[in-house]
């Protein structure tokens, strides 16, 4: 699929995913903000089976983030 994300790794870690069952997750920076995770899919029986991937816009709570750290750089600065 084409993407703007930087995903040459996702394949390894997508089979760590699935030979150790441990939960992966991965931030993705630029104008918009993802984080990616990557879980087991497991079976009725609990066997890994494969992976559910997520991804979740996080663009808005880095901006808020940035602001607070902003604001509080200023307020510093103010006390000075």
Known sequence: LPTAL?????RAQLEAVVAN???VQREFGGPTSYL????PYLD???????V????IDTSETRR???E?????????ASEH
Do not use: H, N, S
């Open 6 to 10: 930087d995903l040459t790794d996702l």
């Open 21 to 23: 069952g441990a939960v």
């Open 36 to 39: 990616l995770e990557a879980a």
């Open 44 to 50: 009725e029986l609990g066997a890994r089976k494969g």
């Open 52 to 55: 559910v991937l997520t991804f």
């Open 64 to 66: 808020a983030q940035a």
């Open 68 to 76: 607070l750290a902003e604001g509080a750089q200023r307020l510093r």
